[in-house]
């Protein structure tokens, strides 16, 4: 299923990127796009997961520098008879992780020096479990494509208004021109978000029933995940939004008008399923 998803999320990106190319600068502008589309799906599909990791300064850690990560690790890789992925650090406070990669055999977790410093081992476990959990579901691949190439599509957009404000690019003052480019800032952002938007919230409630069985722990999740709710509304971590997605928790401030919009389910939601889930087991 996630090899469908992740096909079809190249197709309609790549769609939008070629109607973007075409409102710009017409027909060459469309086969410029084109051409730029097939080259960034091939790098997202390859390098997605080392330039998000390099987006936040990430660095790889050994078990010296840190064996109470490896430990808790190796323990689920073990249990859910996954190769063990590689594991980096980000230098932040904030209380996040993600996890990334093509595939479970070239995997990665993240997780912050936050989350290190500040959570018990039972909480630290579920949060692993999670993120190992959308490495077995193959969600990996998915949201690291869309995260580059919905920072692309930005991009994009971002030219389309400079474009407009302006009067035109490439000299071209239509007014068709003009209409085409304000509707281009407006549109594609929001067709990116939409798009992360439906990928997150399905896997992340997925992710956290999948963990809490396989760390056994379904409450030590939901602790985590309501410490680091908190965390990200007091402190916003200072993240890219076409990465926020990838993270256990929305790493951007969730308040007002800005919720409705929030790639990840309420935390309210997730415990509540997470406590259902302990009644269960």
Avoid at 17 to 28: D, E, K, N, P, S
Avoid at 114 to 122: A, P, Q, R, T
């Amino acid at each position: 299923m996630n090899v469908f998803k992740t096909t079809l999320l190249l197709t309609l990106l790549t769609l939008l990127l070629v109607w973007i190319g075409r409102m710009i600068a017409g027909t060459q502008g469309m086969l410029v796009a084109f051409g730029f589309a097939l080259i960034l799906n091939m790098v997202s599909y390859w390098y997605s997961d080392k330039i998000v990791l390099s987006m936040y300064r990430a660095r790889e850690i050994t078990y010296s520098q840190d064996p109470r990560v490896f430990k808790i690790v190796k323990r689920l890789t073990t249990e859910a008879h996954l190769p063990t992925p590689k594991i980096y650090l980000i230098p932040s406070q904030a209380l996040n992780a993600f996890a990334t990669g093509r595939n479970p055999q070239h995997a990665a977790v993240a997780v912050t020096q936050g989350i290190l410093d500040l959570l018990k081992d039972d909480e630290l476990e579920g949060v692993l479990a999670h993120e190992l959990s959308h490495i077995k579901n193959k969600d990996i691949l998915i949201s690291s494509v869309a995260a580059t190439l919905a920072g692309a599509i930005f991009l994009l957009a971002n030219i389309a208004r400079f474009g407009a404000i302006f009067g035109g690019i490439g000299g071209r003052k239509r007014d068709g021109n003009l209409l085409g480019l304000i509707i281009i800032s407006i549109v594609a952002p929001l067709a990116a978000l939409l798009i992360q938007f439906a990928i997150s919230r399905s896997e992340e409630f997925r992710a956290d029933k999948k963990g809490a069985l396989l760390s056994k722990k379904p409450l030590s999740l939901a602790s985590a995940l309501e410490k680091l709710q908190a965390m990200s509304q007091r402190k916003p971590m200072a993240a890219n939004p076409t990465t926020a997605h990838m993270f256990i928790v929305n790493p951007l401030n969730g308040k007002g008008v800005t919720r409705l919009f929030s790639t990840h389910p309420p935390i309210e939601q997730r415990v509540k399923r997470l406590k259902k889930i302990a009644q269960e087991i």
